[in-house]
């Protein structure tokens, strides 16, 4: 006779080995927090000492987790991977706003999560209505929290620390990717991750060579390659990128924000195999005659109102904000606004929609919203062929019935969040059009700003506790919901 020994813990979550994770995310955070610290040593600001005091703090923390927490097991299943994709983005926030609250122009503690919840998730809305009076080592860390962000603080972890390298990476990379497939580039998550790391990089080293050569300074050339690649949209100027008033740079960064809504898996895959794989690429086509379409009505719009101002007013200004929305950027370089409430109603559509799965951007991504076109007519065929067999596909991949609902879940929760948030702004007194664009930039993690969150405005007209809500919509979407909801259900918790 043969006996079976349960484990009564075996399906217990992993408190132990989440919490070493997250004491070697802070080392790696206040790793990261160094380069700040380089930057106000050199410029002689007195911020030099808020960053040596925050890294000794984020250091000391992070080696405590990781040295008591002594896990009996180091394997982390599938609720440990989405506790701790949540966590990690939170814990983040929570150790990288500290810099906001004790540098020389001190944020209060909601301003100070808002900002750091708006860098590391990649929205790019801000509190600080005079980003130029702040010092260059704060400017260089809201760029910097943006770049972390953009391809993930897991898929980052996930390079660095060997342990996470066991069949609980996968769940890990499922947690915090976006969109409805994840394509693995190897047969390890880890070299996956080395990969798509690599092209990030490269990307950025670029886009700041590019920038250099152009009319912008060094340092705002770090800055904005940072936040472009990962379609941020901070900036270290008030007035964004209109005040470099060039059209080389908006060419530049229209182009780089262009191609940071691209899927990288499918970046390399086509450098690796052939360029023709990106027409082959149903979302990819989907991105590019998007983008098209919004382009000829914008014009349109600008020529309707007699805003033709010179070739550029047609061209590269209309493209910028096209791209700059749909890849959930939130750069700004021009009074778009003037466009009129067309332009502004496209803008909402471009921001709810984002760019495609796999991609830095945010929204609710192609992939998703192609699905659920393709699955609509598949239904009207069906409704008049009943007998009609047929599958839905995208990008050759079969979408089985689990996988839409999830989609159609995905949506209904994604379009519920855009409105709580703006019905929670509306309550606190926001004007209702500002409130549920606010709402939208926030979800979307896009940072476009309109009204009074406009170009020259910020969100700290918002109270307190909108900020807080804020945030949680900011995290919300950049988990892309499912995960961070999940772990607020009381079955997540049982045994």
Not at 173 to 187: C, P
Not at 210 to 229: A, E, K, M, Q, W
Not at 261 to 278: E, H, M, P, T, Y
Not at 346 to 367: P, R
Request: glycine share 8%.
């Amino acid at each position: 006779m043969k006996y079976v020994v349960i484990n009564r813990n075996s399906h217990a979550i992993n408190y132990r080995m989440v919490l070493k994770v997250l004491g070697q995310l802070l080392m790696i955070e206040a790793g990261f927090m160094a380069l700040p610290l380089i930057v106000s040593l050199i410029c002689h600001e007195s911020d030099s000492a808020t960053f040596a005091i925050v890294i000794v703090l984020t250091l000391l923390t992070g080696l405590s987790l990781n040295f008591f927490s002594n896990p009996e097991n180091r394997i982390l299943k599938r609720r440990d991977g989405m506790l701790l994709a949540s966590m990690a983005w939170i814990v983040f926030s929570l150790f990288g706003m500290l810099p906001f609250i004790l540098c020389s122009t001190p944020l209060n503690i909601s301003e100070a999560f808002f900002e750091a919840m708006s860098g590391f998730t990649t929205t790019g809305a801000t509190v600080i209505r005079e980003v130029e009076s702040c010092s260059k080592g704060i400017l260089i860390w809201r760029s910097l929290t943006q770049w972390i962000g953009g391809l993930g603080i897991i898929l980052f972890t996930l390079t660095f620390i060997p342990s996470l390298n066991n069949r609980g990476s996968l769940m890990l990379f499922h947690a915090e990717a976006t969109g409805i497939t994840h394509d693995k580039l190897a047969a390890r998550i880890a070299h996956t991750a080395k990969i798509l790391w690599g092209l990030y990089t490269l990307l950025t080293v670029v886009l700041f060579l590019l920038l250099y050569f152009g009319p912008i300074s060094f340092f705002d050339s770090v800055c904005h390659s940072l936040t472009c690649i990962s379609t941020g949209g901070y900036s270290t100027h008030n007035e964004g990128i209109a005040v470099y008033d060039s059209p080389y740079i908006k060419s530049i960064l229209t182009l780089f924000m262009f191609i940071g809504g691209v899927s990288f898996s499918l970046i390399i895959i086509a450098v690796k195999q052939s360029w023709r794989d990106f027409w082959r690429n149903d979302v990819f086509r989907t991105y590019v005659y998007t983008i098209g379409v919004f382009y000829v009505i914008v014009v349109s719009a600008i020529i309707f109102r007699n805003l033709v101002t010179g070739w550029e007013s047609v061209t590269i200004d209309p493209l910028f904000h096209i791209v700059s929305a749909l890849t959930s950027t939130g750069f700004s370089a021009g009074n778009w606004e003037g466009w009129g409430i067309l332009v502004l109603t496209l803008t909402f559509f471009m921001m709810y929609m984002g760019a495609c799965a796999g991609s830095t951007t945010g929204g609710a991504k192609l992939d998703r919203l192609l699905y659920l076109m393709k699955n609509f007519l598949f239904v009207v065929r069906k409704y008049v062929r009943p007998r009609l067999l047929t599958s839905v596909d995208v990008n050759g991949q079969h979408v089985n019935e689990e996988r839409g609902s999830e989609i159609a879940a995905f949506i209904f929760i994604y379009t519920f969040l855009i409105v709580f948030g703006g019905v929670v702004l509306v309550a606190e007194g926001f004007p209702i059009v500002d409130a549920f664009f606010s709402s939208f930039s926030c979800v979307s993690n896009n940072g476009l700003g309109a009204g009074i969150t406009g170009i020259t405005g910020s969100y700290d007209f918002l109270p307190a506790s909108g900020k807080w809500v804020m945030s949680g919509l900011m995290l919300a979407g950049r988990l892309e919901i499912i995960t961070l909801i999940t772990i607020f259900t009381p079955s997540f918790w049982h045994k």
